[in-house]
């Protein structure tokens, strides 16, 4: 019987294992984070936090690393393997929410629902149900989502930019009264100092955002993140490169939009279209 082959003590969690690899290999090359990032054309705290586990970074920027390092195939299947690995969404979602509570000004664009700092006790309801939650832990989820409306209130709220597709609009609740109260509350916001509102009409045509929900964040260092989610997952955008990306997306996007004024008519006349109760 060939002798028990010892374990090698590392991380068996796909996005931990990823950052060990990544600061082994450095170590062993004797490289440091800025050299690192000299070589391969990166800000170097990037690698930074790669190695922290902060972000895994883009498959081009572990593609960038195998071919450095000498490990053809290695790195990319590790990050891989954090990408599809569910608890680090969940994980990159708790820093979103951590940050988000820090920004000084946010912009979302949402595909198919309102974002949760505009969500009505109703709808957030009704959507997490439809998730799967239930019971106790449904009116936790709802509880914390409507808690982070908060945030926009207040002489110091950050300023918010949001654009709504129009399937946001005609999505409609099971509950029809719910669903004229979030409604209601979506016009209300809109006339807020502080919130900015515009609505994407399906006149405009495909654009680059048809299926991603997207999130920026701007921080008091001033720098910017975002958070991109759709069905199936969520990804935090560190990455500065990647972040610029986004935004020109996000900028054309917008520029395709009614105006404020003409977004909130446009919500007028959806809770006009809402059937009366019997």
């Known amino acids: 019987m060939p002798p028990r082959r010892a374990g090698s003590g590392r991380s068996q969690e796909p996005?931990?294992?990823?950052?060990?690899?990544?600061?082994?290999?450095?170590?062993?090359?004797?490289?440091?984070?800025?050299?690192?990032?000299?070589?391969?054309?990166?800000?170097?705290?990037?690698?930074?936090?790669m190695e922290n586990s902060r972000t895994i970074g883009s498959p081009e920027v572990a593609e960038a690393l195998d071919q450095h390092y000498g490990t053809p195939g290695m790195l990319l299947a590790l990050w891989e393997l954090a990408a599809g690995d569910p608890t680090q969404f969940k994980e990159?979602?708790?820093?979103?929410?951590?940050?988000?509570?820090?920004?000084?000004?946010?912009?979302?664009?949402?595909?198919?629902?309102?974002?949760?700092?505009?969500?009505?006790?109703?709808?957030?309801?009704?959507?997490?149900?439809?998730?799967?939650?239930?019971?106790?832990e449904l009116h936790q989820q709802v509880e914390a989502r409507i808690?982070?409306?908060?945030?926009?209130?207040g002489d110091d709220a950050p300023a918010f930019r949001v654009v709504l597709s129009e399937a946001v609009l005609r999505t409609q609740l099971r509950d029809t009264q719910a669903w004229q109260q979030q409604l209601e509350y979506l016009a209300e916001m809109s006339e807020r100092p502080n919130i900015t509102l515009h609505v994407l009409p399906f006149s405009a045509g495909p654009h680059g955002l048809m299926n991603t929900a997207v999130m920026f964040l701007r921080l008091p260092d001033s720098r910017t993140v975002a958070y991109t989610e759709n069905d199936v997952r969520g990804e935090l955008i560190e990455e500065t490169s990647r972040v610029e990306r986004l935004q020109r997306t996000y900028d054309a996007v917008r520029d395709l939009t009614l105006t404020p004024g003409e977004s909130r008519k446009f919500i007028i006349r959806m809770l006009e279209e809402v059937p009366c109760e019997p």
């Open 147 to 153: 808690g982070r409306r908060k945030l926009l209130e």
């Open 92 to 136: 990159q979602y708790r820093r979103y929410m951590t940050l988000e509570a820090k920004a000084v000004s946010l912009w979302h664009y949402s595909v198919s629902a309102p974002p949760g700092l505009l969500q009505t006790d109703g709808y957030a309801l009704e959507a997490l149900a439809a998730g799967g939650s239930s019971g106790q």
């Open 15 to 49: 996005r931990q294992r990823f950052a060990e690899e990544l600061r082994l290999l450095r170590r062993q090359r004797g490289e440091t984070l800025r050299q690192l990032g000299d070589a391969l054309g990166w800000d170097w705290s990037l690698f930074g936090k």
